[in-house]
């Protein structure tokens, strides 16, 4: 790892200013990929603008008919919140679901949703539960927010803030996951919702992706027997050593019916 | 080069570090704290499991200057003089390593399990220690020696 500039702003003011003063920094949050990546030397920014300081970031509150995450709020945090755990008792497996428990501890769900990793929990309940991402500069619906893999609507400098999601009727995230990394090899975020009926899917391509297929199969039956073979396209499933583009989306459609399953459960 | 200071084992500590200098590297190298181990160096086996104000973390995955300010227990703060901590009792009475290199991680990961689950099941003792890999393979034992600190039969 290269050395770098660390600074720790109390607020998001001393943040934008740390950013602004800096040639080539970057973010962090839990640091769980950004430290990793500067062991590897993937990354090699001259400052690092460490958010843990600040208050404003942090916290789950609720909003009448959504919940709003603080950007810098832990997996552990979210799994464990007795509101989270009441109102939208999918988004708290999920995040119990994320990694391991040292990992939870300092991980955020404001930088897994930067992040954009494409076999990430969090871009799959985002997009399945019709989340908002604030940031330090606007709102954006998460289904204009995450891109292919890693790409996101964040311009540079740009802060995450929370994230809010409305309370759905009913919803569920299935995974099956790498065993070794806990990365979803396909997971998959099924939510009833006063829109109708979400699908998003993680791990299976270059980035989350909702399942139209799978949506339009339950928009009258929100059963298990109901749900419809997955609509992606295997040329643009991930095909690699741990499992095959057809297996992949043969995947998608177990997550699926599981996930109806535990929605309704 | 940033300072920080931070509560390590009960006693002040405080070293000039660099930006990039990891948790483990200030406990080890400046402190010369080295029951915590380094195993794979990339957030996966958990030997460098330490508590940072009471939660247990990976302290190759965090910078000496994001503990600043904190409260560090290392594996060396565990034991009263020469009374072991009922976890590393737990793990010497049931054969809980082979090795030995996975323990310092494997206990304090333990240690925070009891801390937020008295009762733990085997399902989520093995569950738990999805962070922390044993090469050996010596899991039966060290989930063995779980559910005998947390039924507290340690000595």
Redesign the interface.
């Known amino acids: 790892?290269?050395?770098?500039?660390?600074h720790?702003p109390n607020s998001l003011t001393e943040a934008n200013a740390a950013v602004d003063g800096a040639t080539d920094p970057v973010l962090m949050a839990g640091?769980?990929t950004l430290?990793?990546a500067?062991?590897l030397r993937l990354a090699q920014p001259s400052d690092?603008v460490?958010l843990?300081a600040i208050d404003e970031l942090k916290g789950i509150r609720d909003d009448g008919d959504a919940l709003v995450i603080g950007a810098m709020t832990t997996h552990?945090e979210v799994a464990e919140s007795d509101l989270v755990m009441s109102r939208i008792p999918a988004l708290a497996s999920l995040a119990g679901g994320i990694?391991?428990?040292?990992?939870r501890?300092?991980g955020t769900i404001g930088g897994s949703v930067a992040n954009n990793d494409p076999a990430a929990d969090y871009p799959a309940g985002c997009v399945g539960l019709g989340a908002t991402i604030h940031t330090s500069k606007r709102q954006i619906a998460a289904d204009d927010f995450f891109g292919p893999s890693f790409d996101t609507a964040l311009e540079d400098g740009e802060i995450v803030t929370a994230v809010s999601f409305p309370v759905p009727g009913k919803a569920a995230y299935a995974k099956f996951p790498n065993p070794?990394?806990?990365y979803a090899i396909v997971g998959v975020m099924v939510a009833k919702t006063s829109d109708g009926v979400r699908v998003a899917v993680t791990g299976a391509g270059h980035g989350v992706f909702r399942d139209t297929a799978i949506e339009l199969s339950l928009a009258d039956a929100f059963t298990a027997d109901a749900v419809a073979g997955s609509g992606a396209d295997e040329d643009d499933l991930n095909s690699d050593i741990h499992a095959s583009a057809e297996y992949r989306k043969h995947l998608i459609g177990v997550m699926a019916k599981r996930a109806v399953t535990a929605a309704s459960g | 080069m940033p300072e920080v200071t931070m509560t390590v084992n009960g006693q002040e500590a405080s070293g000039d570090v660099e930006g990039r200098t990891l948790l483990v590297q200030f406990l080890r190298e400046h402190l010369r704290l080295t029951g915590t181990h380094v195993g794979c160096d990339t957030s996966q086996c958990g030997a460098c499991v330490v508590h940072v104000n009471g939660q247990s973390v990976k302290s190759c995955t965090m910078l000496a200057v994001q503990a600043d300010g904190s409260a560090v227990t290392t594996i060396e703060g565990l034991a009263s003089g020469n009374e072991l901590h009922p976890m590393q009792a737990a793990f010497h009475e049931n054969h809980a390593l082979q090795c030995g290199f996975c323990t310092p991680g494997m206990v304090m990961s333990a240690v925070d399990l009891l801390q937020k689950n008295s009762s733990p099941s085997e399902t989520e003792i093995r569950e738990w220690l999805e962070g922390n890999l044993c090469r050996c393979t010596g899991y039966k034992n060290i989930v063995k020696a779980i559910q005998h600190a947390a039924a507290g039969d340690a000595a």
């Open positions: 790892m290269y050395d770098f500039g660390y720790r640091g769980h430290i990793p500067l062991k690092v460490d843990c552990c990694g391991d428990p040292q990992v501890h300092r070794a990394s806990r």
